[in-house]
């Protein structure tokens, strides 16, 4: 993962950013793991977290607000 995250930040970052919400919303993972399944997956998941490279909170432009010319279909 590692080596993954150090050639696409923007991979690492939203990564990053939906294991965090997996940890901080503890309600997400119990929908799908009996509770003593979730906190051990959350546990891994902070435990992973400590060995991964820090990522900026934000990039410069997200791929989903740039512009693309949408083709006209006639």
């Known amino acids: 993962m590692q080596k993954a995250f150090d050639k696409d930040k923007k991979l690492a970052l939203t990564v990053t950013l939906n294991l965090k919400n997996l940890v901080e919303k503890p309600e997400i ?8 399944e979730a906190s051990t997956v959350a546990s891994k998941i902070e435990a992973l977290f400590k060995e991964l490279p820090k990522v900026d909170s934000k990039w410069d432009k997200p791929w ?11």
Do not use: D, F, H, S
Not at 29 to 36: F, G, M, Q, S, T
Not at 64 to 74: D, F, L, M, R
């Open 64 to 74: 989903w607000n740039t512009e693309v010319e949408t083709p006209i279909i006639q």
């Open 29 to 36: 993972l119990a929908k799908w793991l009996p509770r003593n």
